[in-house]
């Protein structure tokens, strides 16, 4: 089975600008995560997805968001980009939320911001 | 202001011998924890989980304890190969309302580096 696909890998943009990063969660899976890790901040939360509405949201300002479609494929986009947006978006899947289900993850899109 | 690297505490062993990698977590209301492993370029690599109904859990290699009374959670890695070095971050998960949520609150990680 393969596992979550992100792309694109790398990505690099300027100030101002906006992007969108894709995620394809494993087949059968139906939440998606999305988590922003940077060296100062670590690991953290952006938002959960599950059959197409956000069930969670973390702590980040409005020009961050997501979507998710009928195929469980989420998006997240960040629009007027900032300096501090650099870092490693990671997005995860498990089957359902209810459960507690086991999270994985993808490799990852690395951007950055000039 | 300026971003300031994580200082990560680092493990160092010598091949062959086991790891033990400390972790704890934040909230005494969470029930459900995992420990990943992530290598330089990689995403997190699930490794075992353990739910607060359980002390321990054993997985080949590397056995979770879990102490809900000081709200620790233990990473044990036996017989360490060099392949083992990596970043490890435990996370801990709550439910909400009779349902868990899809977030996960992570600490902030170990650097295991094995000598061979």
């Known amino acids: 089975k393969a596992g979550v696909t992100q792309t694109p890998r790398y990505l690099i943009k300027t100030r101002g600008q906006q992007v969108t990063l894709s995620c394809s969660p494993i087949?059968?899976?139906?939440?998606v995560s999305w988590y922003q890790q940077t060296p100062g901040q670590g690991l953290q939360f952006l938002f959960e997805y599950f059959s197409e509405t956000q069930r969670n949201k973390g702590n980040f300002p409005g020009r961050f968001s997501g979507r998710q479609f009928s195929n469980s494929r989420s998006e997240m986009n960040v629009s007027t980009l900032e300096l501090g947006d650099s870092a490693l978006y990671l997005c995860?899947?498990?089957?359902?939320?209810?459960?507690?289900?086991?999270?994985?993850f993808g490799p990852g899109t690395r951007l950055l911001v000039l | 202001g300026e971003s300031v690297g994580l200082h990560l505490p680092t493990l160092s062993v010598q091949e062959g011998d086991n790891s033990i990698i400390n972790c704890a977590y934040s909230?005494?209301?969470?029930?459900?924890f995992i420990w990943y492993k992530q290598e330089s370029g990689k995403g997190p690599q699930f490794i075992i989980d353990?739910?607060?109904?359980?002390d321990k859990r054993q997985g080949q290699r590397v056995t979770v304890l879990l102490n809900k009374t000081v709200k620790h959670l233990s990473l044990q890695i036996a017989a360490t190969q060099p392949g083992d070095s990596a970043v490890y971050f435990c996370a801990e998960n709550r439910a909400q309302g009779g349902g868990s949520q899809g977030n996960l609150i992570f600490g902030k990680g170990t650097k295991l580096s094995v000598k061979p």
């Open positions: 087949s059968g899976h139906r939440s």
């Open positions: 909230n005494s209301a969470s029930d459900y």
């Open positions: 353990i739910r607060s109904n359980m």
């Open positions: 995860a899947s498990s089957r359902v939320f209810e459960l507690q289900e086991t999270q994985y």
